[in-house]
């Protein structure tokens, strides 16, 4: 039988042993830090526009292997979107990973983010899954402040 929670956390493994699009961007407009006190997970990620949408995108930082997986495949799943998809794309997941995916969360629309669907399972995960899309989207905004899943 194919197990789809194991490929679930290949998925993740990989991410957090190969990170995505790691490292400081040094042409970034747009940037910001995001803090997750409870676990230790501590990322600044880093935005290029291009007028409306993220034209590069990466980050850098330290933490669980679920945090830096989020980072990964989140900076693949936004790369050439627009602010506003990417909001939807952030609603969408937020509401997977606290489990609270109704029938109108496609995961057809969420694709490879839908990996982190398991998370709903461990209340203790579900911040260091969301601290890096709260950073992209305190970047996006241009938020001075670090923000903090506390
Ligand atoms: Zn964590």
New binding site residues.
């Given amino acids: 039988m194919f197990d789809l929670n194991e490929l679930y956390q290949q998925v993740i493994l990989d991410h957090n042993k190969n990170p995505r699009n790691f490292g400081p961007l040094p042409e970034a407009d747009r940037d910001a830090e995001g803090h ?1 006190p ?4 501590h990322y600044h990620v880093y935005v290029k526009l291009d007028g409306d949408r993220v034209a590069e995108v990466r980050f850098s930082g330290e ?5 830096k997986a989020a980072a990964s495949v989140m900076t693949e799943a936004v790369k050439g979107r627009t602010t506003e998809e990417i909001q939807e794309l952030f609603d969408s997941y937020q509401a997977l990973v606290m489990g609270r995916a109704g029938a109108d969360v496609s995961m057809e629309k969420l694709g490879k983010v839908a990996v982190f669907s398991g998370v709903s399972e461990f209340p203790m ?1 579900v ?3 969301i ?1 890096p899309w709260h950073t992209l989207k305190a970047a996006l905004e241009n938020t001075e402040e670090p923000v903090t899943t506390e």
């Fill in positions: 997750n409870l676990c230790g997970d933490g669980c292997a679920i945090s995960r911040k260091c899954a601290l």
